[in-house]
């Protein structure tokens, strides 16, 4: 299995701030890397996949990079409905594993 | 409106059996495939296994084959998740969602863009 790790695994930010979440693949997964985002009760949802492709209806204040082995989400000017747990997830293999998860909290 | 309609909460005891259900509706439902996905307490999502409704053509992560059965009844439109068995450690919230697939620069990428709100098993005695 390809195993997705996330850094940091929670932080602390103010609404306006900017933030980065970063994913790091045990082997290259080339673009095959989606991120999500994940409220206490309420279904996940779908924000980029294809590394940077934004899904459809999500701000453009988030954005993801990277390829090969080494992501990143950018989330800019933070809003208040952000605050979740953020994770990312390799679609290259099966299973189809996903990072432990970040945590995104007010400070 | 595109959806996924879960099942509701179950309390069982360890042994017990329990199918659990994931309702499609708003588009056809034979197109995608349906995965579902694990989230014990306080931990993070894991990808159990996926479904074709059209064919049931199923494939497990290791981590789960041998210990759920993942089926589906496109007559119905819904997948099923079930234990023979349960255990304490199978207590999660579990989730299904459908996969899509898109296309970018000429390369096929798949995401889970649709879930259900997930349905509680709580397994104790």
């Known amino acids: 299995d390809i195993q997705m790790t996330q850094s940091p695994s929670s932080l602390s930010a103010s609404v306006g701030d900017s933030l980065t979440i970063t994913c790091r693949a045990s082997?290259?997964?080339?673009?095959?890397l989606n991120w999500y985002q994940h409220k206490p009760g309420t279904a996940p949802k779908l924000l980029i996949y294809a590394a940077s492709t934004l899904a459809s209806g999500v701000p453009s204040r988030f954005s993801g990079s990277g390829s090969g082995t080494d992501f990143t989400l950018t989330i800019s000017s933070l809003q208040p409905e952000d605050f979740a747990t953020y994770y990312c997830q390799q679609s290259y293999s099966s299973p189809r594993t996903f990072g432990q998860g970040t945590k995104v909290e007010i400070k | 409106e595109v959806q996924l309609v879960q099942s509701g909460a179950e309390v069982k005891k360890p042994g017990e059996s329990l199918k659990i259900s994931c309702k499609g509706s708003?588009?056809?439902?034979?197109?995608?495939?349906i995965a579902w996905v694990r989230q014990r307490p306080g931990k993070g999502l894991e990808w159990m296994g996926i479904?074709?409704?059209?064919?049931?053509?199923?494939r497990y992560s290791p981590s789960f084959q041998g210990q759920v059965t993942i089926s589906a009844d496109n007559s119905i439109n819904t997948a099923f998740l079930q234990w023979s068995r349960l255990k304490a450690s199978d207590t999660a919230m579990y989730y299904c969602?459908?996969?899509?697939?898109?296309?970018?620069?000429?390369?096929?990428?798949?995401?889970?863009?649709?879930w259900g709100l997930g349905t509680m098993v709580t397994v104790s005695s």
């Open positions: 708003g588009y056809f439902f034979t197109s995608y495939w």
């Open positions: 479904i074709h409704p059209l064919d049931s053509d199923t």
């Open positions: 082997q290259s997964i080339k673009y095959n």
């Open positions: 969602a459908r996969v899509e697939e898109f296309h970018v620069l000429f390369e096929k990428f798949d995401a889970f863009d649709i």
